[in-house]
């Protein structure tokens, strides 16, 4: 997710090709990228100045070169065309490898009541964000958009990370229960002759009991969850594919396969299910 090499940069302009810029609204940009904190910048920080500068470039090109500064306007195309070239993966730097995608990530240290109880409502934050991040692939964005912080603190909570530990969590239990439905059927435990054993009956009452109740119950709230937050997250995915990398791209698959089981892991438990307790 590092953006291409720029053979020129804006913060080249000497001191007087900045004052000729005077009356240009993109002079304070400029301004605020070269004072020590702008150049220590966060990336998405990096990348709100470089949205206001695609933003606002295009009037001040136009203005000197009605002033006949035809040496400045041509080194700030060149410098706009570069940031227009690499913004998807300006984008996908301050996004997909910013603090707050991380923290949306992380594991909860307990997933407490999930998904009664969740850690804040992050959906509708990663819908505006990956509206937002279409809007400024499609060169369509307005003044407002640029305000990106309040938006990605929003996505300073574990939530991605309370779905994924649900998933592993439910993938793991019915795992453990599906070894041990297939260990005893194997043994015979399940069947008297051709009807149920004591043993086959119990069983049969704790999976009517707890995994068509409660765990199915868990489950589709979570798969709601799920709905909720994958679709965004692989809407910003997509429109940033061509700035992946491949480890982010690894580490995306290894956990779509986790979510994913959230569908197939109670689907394979009712087929061994059917299979232990339902063929005496």
């Not at 009356?23 to 949205?51: H, V, W, Y």
């Not at 990605?152 to 592993?168: E, F, K, M, S, T």
């Not at 791209?249 to 779509?256: G, K, M, V």
């Not at 396969?257 to 299979?275: E, G, M, T, W």
Request: aromatic content about 6%; glycine content about 6%; overall charge negative.
């Amino acid at each position: 997710m590092t953006p291409p090499p720029a053979s020129e940069n804006v913060d080249t302009l000497s001191i007087i090709d900045f004052l000729a810029l005077s009356g240009c609204e993109l002079q304070a940009n400029i301004a605020k990228r070269n004072t020590t904190m702008g150049r220590s910048a966060s990336p998405s920080q990096q990348l709100i100045f470089d949205l206001e500068f695609i933003r606002l470039a295009p009037d001040c090109i136009e203005k000197l070169r009605a002033e006949d500064e035809g040496s400045i306007a041509d080194q700030l195309t060149t410098v706009l065309t570069q940031r227009e070239g690499g913004l998807v993966y300006t984008i996908a730097q301050a996004i997909l490898g910013g603090e707050e995608w991380r923290a949306f990530w992380r594991a909860p240290e307990s997933l407490g009541d999930y998904p009664t109880s969740t850690s804040g409502d992050s959906a509708q934050a990663l819908w505006e964000l990956s509206q937002r991040i279409k809007r400024f692939l499609e060169s369509n964005w307005s003044p407002a958009d640029e305000d990106l912080e309040p938006l990605l603190a929003r996505l300073r909570i574990d939530a991605g990370g309370q779905l994924l530990g649900a998933a592993i969590l439910q993938q793991q239990g019915l795992g453990q229960a599906n070894h041990i439905l297939a260990t005893a059927s194997a043994a015979g435990k399940y069947c008297s002759g051709e009807r149920l054993s004591e043993a086959g009956t119990i069983s049969k009452t704790i999976v009517a009991k707890y995994f068509a109740g409660d765990v199915q119950t868990w489950s589709s709230a979570v798969s709601q969850r799920h709905y909720e937050i994958q679709t965004p997250v692989a809407e910003i995915e997509q429109s940033l594919a061509e700035a992946l990398t491949d480890p982010y791209i690894a580490w995306a698959e290894t956990r779509d396969s986790h979510l994913d089981a959230l569908f197939s892991a109670p689907r394979q438990h009712v087929s061994i299910v059917q299979s232990a307790l339902d063929n005496c």
